[in-house]
């Protein structure tokens, strides 16, 4: 049986994923010698980790859906 819902969790799994390769970028970018300095770097971690954030509330609540929809279906 496929349930359609696990394309929205792959769809914020593969986000997540993206979003912590973005973190890493960030923090990496952040060294003494970056021509942009460390705002833009701060700026963008700020912003990965509240898109990170988002998609653990995705992948929380399709678990919480795939949690009611399995005990209907018991």
């Keep these: 049986m496929n349930i359609p819902t696990t394309d929205m969790l792959h769809t914020a799994m593969n986000g997540l994923n993206r979003q912590f390769a ?3 970028e960030d923090a ?3 060294t003494p010698n970056n021509p ?3 705002e833009k770097p701060l700026v ?3 912003q990965h ?3 990170a ?3 653990l509330k995705a ?3 399709w678990n919480e859906n795939i949690g ?3 005990d209907i279906l018991a």
């Design 22 to 24: 973005s973190l890493n």
């Design 28 to 30: 990496l970018r952040m």
């Design 36 to 38: 942009e300095g460390f």
């Design 44 to 46: 963008d971690l700020n």
């Design 49 to 51: 980790t509240i898109a």
């Design 53 to 55: 954030q988002v998609q």
């Design 59 to 61: 992948v929380k609540s």
């Design 68 to 70: 009611r929809l399995l």
